[in-house]
């Protein structure tokens, strides 16, 4: 009897181990299965953010003042003429806004007075406060004979503020490298600021703050475009009163960054500042930074390879005025 018990034991601790040996291998089996699905996922997901070939717009009203609240059918995109299906699309939250990642390029060449730079302080303060609920970071260049990084990218607006209060003693010549500054700076958004944070695409920009007159520059216009348009950035200007002094009409002439483009042809535009204070023209300007939509789509198969530049063009069917940070793409 005893014999037989321990046969029958013997039969039942090789079954378990049997079985559990079994469970093993299935479980394997479900893992490894699982494991190839999600790189499959994972693979799925890196193809489509590569295909997909986004747009940011800004609309604005007759005033200039930004719309908000669009939604994917108030909006028609073409791609060489022939409407395309927005595949894509981002609308403007006012509690749960698109990442910012925002370099300003001070002008400190002998032309901007201190006046100028001490209410500039004071305004650029004002202005990153408003954005703090934003996920924003901030990085601040200087130009004038050289270009400069006082501060690389930061959240932390005691190390703004430090960085501010330095712009006084930054004076720095005649010249006025704006256009090298703006290379800089979009170089400098590509090597240190995410294009996504927290699963959501970044708004780029670059705010260029000068008297308007570029002088020196080895960087031509144009290649700043093709680049700004490459990282997806938009260029703004603020042109401070030493500019707006030199002109008799109410209404400034178009400065040398505009009048070349690098404002329109990345989504951007120029905002001119007063003599008695700076900080209306940076709130107008946050409302806008912060107001731009994302859309995007699938080219066509054989577009993706031609290695050609096709235009894109983007409607809204309502008596808005929109602009685009980019007039196409080319994929290279």
């Known amino acids: 009897m005893r014999t037989q018990i321990a046969i029958d034991k013997r039969k039942f601790w090789n079954l378990s181990a049997f079985i559990c040996a079994n469970l093993r291998i299935i479980f394997l089996f479900l ?14 997901i890196i193809r489509v953010e590569t295909d997909l070939v986004p747009f940011e717009v800004t609309v604005t009203d007759k005033g200039g003042k930004p719309v908000r609240g669009l939604e994917a059918k108030d909006f028609k995109l073409f791609e060489d003429g022939v409407e395309r299906p927005i595949d894509f ?32 302080r004071d305004a650029l303060q004002v202005f990153v406060q408003r954005l703090a609920d ?24 005691d190390k703004l503020e430090k960085t501010f209060d330095k712009l006084l003693r930054e004076q720095d010549g005649l010249s006025t490298h704006a256009y090298d500054a703006t290379d800089d700076a979009i170089r400098l958004l590509r090597k240190k600021s995410p294009s996504a944070i927290k699963q959501k695409l970044s708004k780029r920009a670059v705010i260029l703050i000068t008297d308007g007159f570029p002088v020196g520059d080895t960087v031509a216009p144009k290649t700043v475009i093709e680049r700004a348009n490459d990282a997806e950035t938009t260029i703004y200007s603020v042109l401070l009163p030493s500019y707006s002094r030199l002109q008799r009409d109410k209404k400034p002439l178009l400065t ?49 390879q031609d290695g050609r530049f096709h235009q894109i063009r983007i409607e809204t069917p309502k008596n808005l005025q929109i602009k685009q940070n980019r007039s196409g793409y080319e994929i290279k």
């Open 89 to 120: 699309f981002e609308p403007i939250k006012r509690t749960d806004g698109r990442p910012l990642s925002i370099v300003f390029a001070l002008d400190v060449s002998g032309s901007v007075t201190n006046a100028e730079l001490l209410k500039l």
């Open 256 to 304: 040398p960054l505009e009048a070349s483009g690098l404002l329109e042809k990345t989504g951007g535009r120029a905002f001119y500042a007063t003599e008695k204070s700076f900080e209306p023209l940076f709130k107008s300007l946050a409302e806008e930074i912060t107001a731009s939509y994302v859309l995007a789509f699938y080219p066509k198969p054989q577009n993706r």
């Open 134 to 157: 934003y996920d924003s970071y901030f990085a601040v260049m200087t130009f004038g004979m050289e270009v400069k990084t006082l501060q690389t990218f930061t959240n932390r607006p």
């Open 31 to 44: 893992f490894c299965l699982t494991a190839s699905a999600a790189a499959q996922d994972s693979d799925e």
